[in-house]
């Protein structure tokens, strides 16, 4: 089952924010004189402390997990090496232009993904789940993929080879994968391939207005555009900026050399 986080908090928000608002307004007053005419101190009641209480914390996560930064596990390998299964990354959520929450209503700003980035967006076959890959194809980009090697408006996109490494499935298998690096048009990252998988081709793929392609870096283990097709501008969710924590589920510890770490690095 999938939680859709933002609304469960937006609606946190809302219940102690009318909670606090009506404590304030009635019950609060009907409180003090009750306790004048008999006294005492007044009492509040438990539900009205934690709403008080809880209020101001939740807004303030609200506001800056909505406009600002917002946190994301990664759930899948398919951006191995550059992110790995069990990281969690910081999404800055203003890069691309500011947006209402839930709706995700374009406020303001005229920012636009760049090749090269790494974007979190709502899957397009199902705005519930978000999905993290890098952005290859902007809007009128003519794509190619063949033979795992891709062409960028006519242009081959060189990769060099760097030598075997060793990645682990969701389940802990261990595969010997193909590492190399890719020069995506001036911006430099490494890549995974999988020597034993056939390539998935594609010829001469048009971007459309408004859409982006894009592909995971573990190139032959990710469900990308290649499989579901572009992703629209108003999916978009930000850009991912920085590694916070990172868990290795396979090893069960913390990776602590990627704390901290540029997922640009």
């Keep these: 089952m999938h939680f859709n986080f933002e609304l469960i908090l937006f609606y946190a ?17 009907r409180r003090q004189r009750k306790a004048h005419a008999q006294g005492k101190t007044p009492h509040m009641p438990i539900i009205m402390d934690y709403a008080r209480s809880f209020f101001p914390v939740l807004l303030i996560v609200f506001l800056l997990r909505a406009f600002l930064f917002e946190p994301f596990r990664i759930p899948s390998g398919s951006l191995e090496p550059t992110l790995l299964q069990g990281d969690f990354i910081l999404v800055n959520k203003y890069q691309y232009g500011t947006r209402l929450p839930i709706t995700q209503t374009k406020l303001f700003g005229d920012g636009k993904p760049q090749r090269g980035d790494i974007m979190v967006f709502r899957w397009p076959a199902n705005k519930s789940y978000d999905f993290v890959k890098r952005v290859i194809g902007l809007p009128g980009d003519h794509i190619s993929y063949v033979n795992k090697e891709l062409y960028i408006n006519g242009q081959k996109i060189p990769q060099v080879e760097l030598g075997k490494a060793i990645a682990y499935d969701e389940q802990g298998m261990k595969r010997t994968m193909l590492k190399k690096q890719e020069n995506l048009l001036n911006v430099q990252h490494e890549m995974f391939v999988d020597p034993e998988r056939t390539s998935r081709d594609y010829r001469d793929l048009v971007v459309p207005a ?21 992703v629209p501008e108003e999916n978009i969710v930000g850009k991912a900026i920085l ?22 690095e």
């Design 13 to 29: 928000v809302l219940v102690c924010g009318g909670l606090y608002l009506l404590d304030i307004i009635f019950f609060a007053p």
């Design 243 to 264: 590694i916070w924590m990172s868990w290795d589920g396979i090893h069960t510890t913390v990776r602590w050399n990627r704390i901290g770490k540029s997922v640009y």
């Design 210 to 230: 408004g859409m982006y392609f894009v592909l995971g870096d573990n190139r032959d283990d990710s469900a990308d555009s290649r499989y579901w097709g572009f």
